[in-house]
């Protein structure tokens, strides 16, 4: 079935410092969604994409799709205590309404 | 942004007893809920797919006799764990999924999550 893998697995950065986090999907995507997750907290959505190669930014946040729409990014420039917790990605596929999440990223960022 | 209420936030019960967790979209109509569980430090793992009116879809391993959903208006989804036992005991969320006129502008809606505890 649909496996969508995401790396590294857990991260620590100094506060200041950049990171990111890479989802690949086992099949091509009809678009990617990133969500959030604090420690304790359900997924909050951030952002979709849907177009292939699509850019898109949030403030300190840059999230992209890839070309062949099998794989994403989230790039977090200048990290920040608030930007802790675990970052998925989920997939869609075309024909069906569920998503797939990705392994997610724990992040941790020392003050 | 749009709102969905999970309850109960947590349970334990003894084992064989079933539970029931409700799933309610407070400010849209939700055809589509969601069921996931996710363990700790884990990833949210699909079990099923809820349509309003019909039979809910399961991902393969998941046994439908076991995990009962039912999601018979537009914004109320419920999941039972019948016979729940120690190793049932996890944390399950739900969501609802919000479209527009098309698949551009959908998000998912995740409720607080249930943790679940089977003594």
């Known amino acids: 079935g649909q496996q969508v893998m995401q790396i590294p697995q857990y991260q620590h950065v100094q506060e200041g410092e950049d990171f990111t986090t890479y989802c690949n999907s086992s099949t091509t995507l009809s678009n990617i969604q990133w969500y959030k997750q604090r420690p304790g907290g359900h997924p909050v959505f951030l952002i979709q994409?849907?177009?292939?190669?699509e850019v898109k930014k949030q403030k300190r946040l840059t999230f992209q799709f890839g070309e062949a729409k099998k794989n994403s990014s989230l790039h977090i420039t200048a990290t920040q205590t608030t930007d802790v917790g675990t970052y998925f990605c989920?997939?869609?596929?075309?024909?069906?309404?569920?998503?797939?999440f990705g392994t997610g990223t724990r992040l941790k960022v020392l003050a | 942004g749009a709102v969905v209420s999970q309850h109960p936030s947590r349970v334990i019960c003894k084992s064989g007893t079933s539970v029931k967790i409700e799933c309610r979209s407070l400010?849209?109509?939700?055809?589509?809920m969601f069921w996931y569980r996710q363990f700790p430090k884990q990833s949210l793992m699909l079990m099923a797919t809820?349509?309003?009116?019909?039979?809910?879809?399961?991902e393969q391993g998941v046994e439908k006799d076991k995990f009962l959903i039912n999601h018979a208006s537009l914004t109320l989804s419920t999941l039972t764990v019948t016979s729940a036992h120690p190793e049932d005991s996890s944390f399950y969320i739900c969501s609802a999924r919000e479209t527009g006129p098309d698949r551009l502008n959908e998000k998912l809606f995740f409720g607080s999550g249930t943790q679940l505890s089977v003594l």
């Open positions: 400010d849209f109509q939700a055809t589509t």
């Open positions: 994409l849907v177009k292939s190669g």
């Open positions: 809820s349509n309003e009116g019909s039979k809910a879809t399961y």
């Open positions: 989920a997939g869609t596929t075309s024909g069906t309404y569920k998503y797939i």
